[in-house]
Each structure stands twice: as structure tokens, then as C-alpha cells.
């Protein structure tokens, strides 16, 4: 008989279901700046993808304060543990109907990949596109901030790059929801914080 | 020159009635002239001084310097007068007198022709005497009437008798009233400055290509300044004159103006007819990122998205070395575009005109060196440069700036690898214009700057580069940022800057959609497995 464990709360669904809204709109709207499509155009899309951007960091200062208060954050230091298992089981075992390597708790929400990849977001993917994405809002500032020499190419590719790599995350962890013992599992979970387990 | 000239002032005339009685119309229904505006504590009409006949230009100065005492010896210091002007930066001697173009390429043996634009009365050659008080002629510049005409020919004299011109033509040149002019003096206007800049190269539009006489009373779409029912600025708004030395220059301009808005009594104001010296380095308001680009690119560049835009073609390329061709009866020809515009004639070559015209965009520090008659010059694949544009990326004293780049093909010597002087217009055996003799033509012309002349003679590409800086648009209508952030970038030339868009990297691009493809095809056939396999359970 399933189990149900409350592993999602409120303002972290919230968090995440607002965030993953402004990411695809940031998406969509990077690409219309980058000459890919035009839906907005690229003064309308250069508007719009900044406001997101600004309140993607809105978001983000109460998300990392939530995280620190609550203890949340240690959710994603890393482990090696049974990351090799979870490896084994998405190349091999979830075709043979195995059983799922990772007991999900609510101290343990996240897989070990899952620790490992949306570390890697926080700390590689994540600054790289604040950080371009930021000193790209205030060229102007660069030489007043003693950043004269910084080289405006650089910072442009380097927030390209950033975006393909987060399209690449978007679609691997959408992807991934459907892993769940069900295919809905995941998502049920995400929107109402209950994630049923063996 | 003649006929286009008398066009010209018509046109002018129309415009002048147009908007003198437009609005008395529309409201009375009276066609009753508006009353005078009065921007000036003197009613000239009430003068003792001017109400007598004149019967030449002369003796209306004698009676203005009559009061106006040092207004003359003002004039003589300036540019306008002397057609003189040395470039501090450069040290080239320039001006109209001396420069060569590729328009109707040099005043020297043109006096009589080209000098009717000569705000004095009798430049025919180069016994003119620069110093005469009374040859000044200042109603070119303040005259209200719009009737005041110098009609090409007569080395800038007036005609205050019915004459035949050039004898034997049978056409009449119309007497002008001077009395009724001098009585109605009055500031400058864009109609007295465009008497000649707006038909500069011998026609409306011809030159210039942000100038014509669409200009004389534009609306707001064609100039926001200008705009005659709105801010209706004149020329000398902005060139803002002092001792009868109008500011801006086209010789040295300034490309970049870093100082800021004018302030009153500030000692080094510079130049008052940028777009700085009103509305400051960061006028953009609601868009500070605009600002931020306003430090590379000049305002002219966003805020003037084409020239030419008033209706009237201003021409684009002018091809001497195909003039010269005759009918059967060995007359003179001229071909006209579908439009009726002059494209040939047989005394000029080939043209093409353009209309509404993108401008071209180069990177301008304010030099530009002259090629002069005194300097050698190559044939070669690459276009003799009539001026040489400065300018780079990485000077620190650049913008991004538009210009209409008039490109031609015009005489020069092959042995003596300079430019030339033809002598074109002139009712004599040795005018081009009459005659289509270009070794007699040049000879003279050369003899008469007074430079050597081998007696060969070929034709040689060049261009000339003229900054925009008029037909400023309503701020609605300036350029997008798609414009220039684009693959069809209209920076697409301008090197030594990152755009955003026009430089994407190709190879970034590449690998970024690789990777996020092979994710995509990953995770389809990950789940086209679980898919399949589920089935076999």
C-alpha cells in the first residue's frame, strides 16, 4: 500500500511553479532577442525578458531565505551515495519495471542525481547567466565599476551559452517527472506537496 | 543653373504663399495676407532711406550701412563672404572657392554662375574685390518677401530692369522690386538660407540630400523642429548666428559634442547647432539604456531614418564621362525616369536619384580631409575620396554616424594625376555646358585656378560623404532597435563594436542547439523505451 509523505510546501511549490513560468517565459523571450523567432520582437522581448529577469531575483531573495530558515538548503549537498545505483536504474532498471534505487523522505526529497544536477544549476548554469545576465543590464556602469576592460562579446556568449544550457536542463527535467512510479507522480507532487512512495 | 534657380524661387514663392494665407483661409475665408510677425522693434517700411527706387543691389546696402554701419565689415570675416575657410585641424585651405567636388565640381571660371549663391553683388572672377562695403548683399539673407532672386549668370547681381538673358535667347529675366523688398526686411528664414542650401549642385534636393525646399515649411513627420505649424525652428534656431557668423560647420564638424546642454554665459560652449547643445548627453528619459548607446552612435543615426523623405529626389550618383552625346540633329538631349525626372543630359552625364534613401553608417571623429586640386591622385579599383571621412572605433572621438555618400565619375588629368577645374557654365566658346568640349573646357577651367593642366584627359571614381543632419523625425519614428540588432543589421558595416543580434556566434549557436537537440532526442528515446517496454510487462 502506498505511503503518503507531505514533501512539498506551500511557498516552495509556489517557488517553484512561479519560477519554472518565468524561466520558460525568459526562454521564450531570449530567443526572440536572439534573432531565433520573432513573437515580440527584439524591443518589446529585450523589455519583457528584463522585467522577468527582475523578478526572477525578487523571487529568488525570498526563496534563499526561506532556504537558510528553514534549513531547506541542505537539500542539495551533494552525495555520492547510490548515485551510481540511480545511474544503473534510469539506463537499465526503469525498463524492467525495477524498483526505484532512492527512498524519497522529506529530509531526503531529492535524488542524488537530482542533488547533483540542480547543484550544478545553482552553482555553474545559474551564476554564469546572473552574472552575464546582470552585467549585460548595466554596460554603461562597467567602467565606473572598474570593469573597463570587460569585453561585451564575452559576457553576451557566455548568457547564450547559460541559456542553452538551462533549455537543455528544461527539457531533461521535464523529462524526468514523468519517472515517477506513475508518469503524473512527480507533477501531482509538485502541485500538491503529497508524493505517494512504495 | 538659370532655369533651375527661377524654379526654384517659384517653388519657394508657393511655399511662402501657401503658408502666409493658409490659415486666414481656413478660418475668415478672406484671402487677406497675415500681418507681419513682429519679432523686431523696427518697421523697415517706415524708413525715409528705403522708400526710393534701387536700381541695383548696391545701393540697397549703401542705405542699410547707413545705419547698420559695421554689419559689413562683420560679414566680410565670414565664411558665407569670403567662401574661405581654413581647417585649424587639418591646415587645409578650403571653402567653396577652393574646393573641388564631384557635383558640378568647381566655382573657378563659374563665377558668374555659381556666384548668384554669393551673399554679394558681382563675384565674376578673380578681380572681385573682398574688401567693397557696398557689394555685400544682405537681403539674400533678409529678404521676406521670397521675391528676391539672383538669377544664375549675372556673378550674383540683382535685375531691377527686364532684361534678355543670355542675349540672344529670347527669354526674359523679370525686373525684382527692390524698394518693397528692402522695406520688408527681416530675419533669415528657411527660405532665405534654402535659396541656396536647399539647391545646392544646381537643384532641389541635388546635394545635400537631407535639404530641399520640402523643407521651406516641412511638417512634423519630416522635421520635428521645423515643423512649420509646430516648433517651426528656422535654420538660424539651432546655427545659431552671432555678428553675422553662423554657427555649424560642415568643414569641420563636430562629431561628437561631450560638453553637454548650452549654458548661458558659459565661456566654452562650442558649437550651438549640435542636438547636445539643447538636449543634453542623456535626453532620453523613460529608456536609460538608450543613453547608454547615445555615448557611440549620434543622435542623427536613430533619429533620422532616411533623407530625401519630403518628396523631392536628391541625387545619388553623377556620371561625367558619359556626357556629351548628341541627337541625330547633333542637338542636346535629356532623358527622364519613369517619373519625369531628369536622369541625362548632355551637358552633365548620367545621375540616378533616390528618394527616402537609407543612409550609410561610418564611425566620424569631425575630420575630414579634402582631396584638393593640389593633390595627386591614383586610378584604381578603390573611389578617390572628394573628402576623407576620419573616424574609428577605438579614437575615443567617434560616433556612429549616417551619410549620404555621393558617388561619381568626373574629369581628371592622367599625367599630371590630379583632379580638374572644367569651365562649365558660361554663354562662351569655351563653356562645357554650351559647347561639350571638355579639352577646351578644362584648359580653361585650369587656367583659371591656376593649376597645371597636361592636355590629357580621363575620368576617375570618387565619392563624397555628407554627414545627416536634417529631416530629424518625430521620436516615434526613429529607428528601432531591430534596425540595427538584426542580421540585416544597418550597422552592418561598422566595425570595432559588439552588436547584439548582428554578431551572434555562429559556432556558439551551433553547439548550443546541438546540445539542447541531442537532450530533446535523449529524453524521446529514453521514453519511446519505457514505453516500449512497459507494453512487453
Not at chain 1, 502506498?2 to 517557488?15: C, L, M
Not at chain 2, 587639418?90 to 565640381?105: A, R, S
Not at chain 2, 518628396?311 to 527622364?336: E, H, N, R, V, Y
Amino acid at each position: 500500500m502506498a505511503e503518503r509523505i507531505y514533501v512539498f510546501k506551500r511557498f516552495e511549490r509556489f517557488w517553484h511553479w512561479s519560477q519554472a513560468g518565468l524561466i520558460m517565459f525568459l526562454m521564450l523571450t531570449a530567443f526572440d532577442i536572439h534573432g531565433t523567432y520573432t513573437i515580440f520582437g527584439f524591443e518589446k522581448a529585450v523589455a519583457y525578458h528584463t522585467t522577468a529577469a527582475w523578478t526572477l531575483i525578487g523571487l529568488w531573495v525570498f526563496a534563499i531565505f526561506w532556504h537558510f530558515t528553514t534549513g531547506e538548503w541542505k537539500q542539495y549537498i551533494p552525495t555520492t551515495e547510490k548515485v551510481v545505483a540511480m545511474m544503473k536504474y534510469y539506463l537499465v532498471g526503469i525498463f524492467k519495471n525495477a524498483p526505484h534505487p532512492f527512498r524519497l523522505t522529506t529530509l531526503r526529497k531529492h535524488n542524488p542525481l537530482q542533488r547533483l544536477a540542480y547543484l550544478a544549476i545553482l552553482v555553474c548554469v545559474g551564476p554564469l547567466i546572473w552574472v552575464t545576465g546582470v552585467l549585460y543590464l548595466f554596460y554603461d556602469q562597467w567602467a565606473a565599476w572598474g570593469l573597463g576592460s570587460l569585453s561585451l562579446e564575452w559576457v553576451a556568449n557566455g548568457h547564450i551559452a547559460g541559456a542553452f544550457m538551462m533549455l537543455a536542463f528544461l527539457i531533461a527535467h521535464v523529462y524526468l517527472t514523468t519517472a515517477g512510479h506513475t508518469p503524473l507522480a512527480h507533477i501531482k507532487a509538485m502541485i500538491t506537496g503529497w508524493e505517494e512512495v512504495d | 543653373m538659370g532655369h533651375l534657380f527661377n524654379r526654384a524661387a517659384l517653388a519657394l514663392c508657393c511655399a511662402g504663399w501657401l503658408v502666409a494665407t493658409g490659415p486666414v483661409l481656413a478660418e475668415e475665408a478672406k484671402p487677406e495676407p497675415k500681418p507681419l510677425k513682429l519679432t523686431t522693434t523696427a518697421d523697415h517700411a517706415k524708413f525715409k532711406e528705403l522708400q526710393k527706387t534701387f536700381n541695383s543691389g548696391p545701393e540697397v546696402t549703401k542705405a542699410c550701412l547707413a545705419c547698420h554701419t559695421e554689419a559689413a565689415g562683420q560679414i566680410h570675416r565670414t565664411k558665407h563672404w569670403k567662401w574661405e575657410y581654413l581647417n585649424p585641424d587639418t591646415k587645409q585651405t578650403l571653402g567653396k572657392k577652393t574646393v573641388v567636388n564631384n557635383f558640378c565640381i568647381s566655382v573657378a571660371s563659374n563665377e558668374a554662375a555659381c556666384n548668384s549663391c554669393h551673399i554679394g553683388y558681382g563675384w565674376k572672377d578673380a578681380s572681385f574685390d573682398f574688401k567693397s562695403e557696398e557689394n555685400v548683399d544682405c537681403l539674400a539673407c533678409h529678404d521676406t518677401t521670397g521675391n528676391y532672386k539672383k538669377p544664375s549668370g549675372l556673378a550674383g547681381n540683382v535685375v531691377t530692369k527686364d532684361m534678355e538673358f543670355p542675349p540672344g535667347s529670347g527669354k526674359i529675366l523679370k525686373a525684382i522690386d527692390l524698394s518693397k523688398i528692402a522695406q520688408k526686411v527681416g530675419k533669415s528664414s528657411r527660405d532665405t538660407c534654402g535659396a541656396c542650401h536647399f539647391f545646392g549642385g544646381g537643384g532641389d534636393g541635388v546635394k545635400h540630400g537631407d535639404l530641399d525646399s520640402s523643407m521651406s515649411a516641412p511638417e512634423k513627420e519630416l522635421d520635428v523642429h521645423m515643423d512649420a505649424t509646430g516648433l517651426d525652428f528656422t535654420c538660424g534656431t539651432c546655427h545659431k548666428t552671432s555678428s553675422h557668423d553662423v554657427a555649424g560647420s560642415r568643414y569641420s564638424p563636430t562629431a561628437k559634442d561631450s560638453k553637454g546642454a548650452h549654458l548661458r554665459g558659459k565661456t566654452d560652449n562650442g558649437n550651438p547647432a549640435t542636438c547636445v547643445a539643447c538636449h543634453n548627453n542623456a535626453p532620453h528619459k523613460s529608456v536609460a539604456r538608450l543613453n547608454q548607446h547615445a555615448g557611440k552612435i549620434a543622435c542623427q543615426t536613430c533619429h533620422i531614418p532616411s533623407f530625401a523623405r519630403g518628396g523631392i529626389p536628391t541625387k545619388m550618383t553623377w556620371d561625367w564621362s558619359t556626357a556629351g552625346q548628341l541627337d541625330a540633329a547633333g542637338k542636346q538631349i535629356t532623358k527622364k525616369d519613369a517619373k519625369g525626372r531628369i536622369i541625362y543630359e548632355s551637358r552633365k552625364g548620367d545621375f540616378t536619384l533616390g528618394e527616402n534613401v537609407k543612409p550609410e553608417y561610418v564611425w566620424f571623429n569631425g575630420n575630414v580631409t579634402y582631396t584638393l586640386i593640389t593633390d595627386k591622385i591614383e586610378k584604381s579599383d578603390q573611389r578617390v575620396p572628394i573628402n576623407k571621412i576620419g573616424g574609428s572605433p577605438s579614437d575615443g572621438k567617434s560616433m556612429i554616424w549616417p551619410m549620404k555618400v555621393f558617388r561619381g565619375s568626373q574629369p581628371y588629368d592622367p599625367v599630371n594625376k590630379t583632379l580638374v577645374t572644367p569651365h562649365t557654365a558660361g554663354n562662351d566658346d569655351t563653356g562645357y555646358w554650351k559647347n561639350l568640349n571638355w579639352d577646351k573646357a578644362i584648359a580653361v577651367g585650369m587656367n583659371t585656378s591656376g593649376h597645371p593642366f597636361s592636355g590629357k584627359i580621363d575620368f576617375i571614381k570618387t565619392e563624397m560623404s555628407w554627414p545627416i543632419n536634417h529631416m530629424v523625425a518625430p521620436k516615434e519614428k526613429a529607428l528601432g532597435c531591430a534596425e540595427c540588432h538584426s542580421k540585416d543589421s544597418r550597422l552592418a558595416g561598422i566595425q570595432g563594436v559588439y552588436i547584439p543580434v548582428r554578431d551572434n556566434n555562429k559556432l556558439l549557436d551551433t553547439i548550443g542547439w546541438a546540445v539542447v537537440f541531442l537532450t530533446l532526442l535523449g529524453v524521446i528515446g529514453h521514453g519511446a523505451m519505457r514505453i516500449v517496454t512497459a507494453r512487453r510487462h
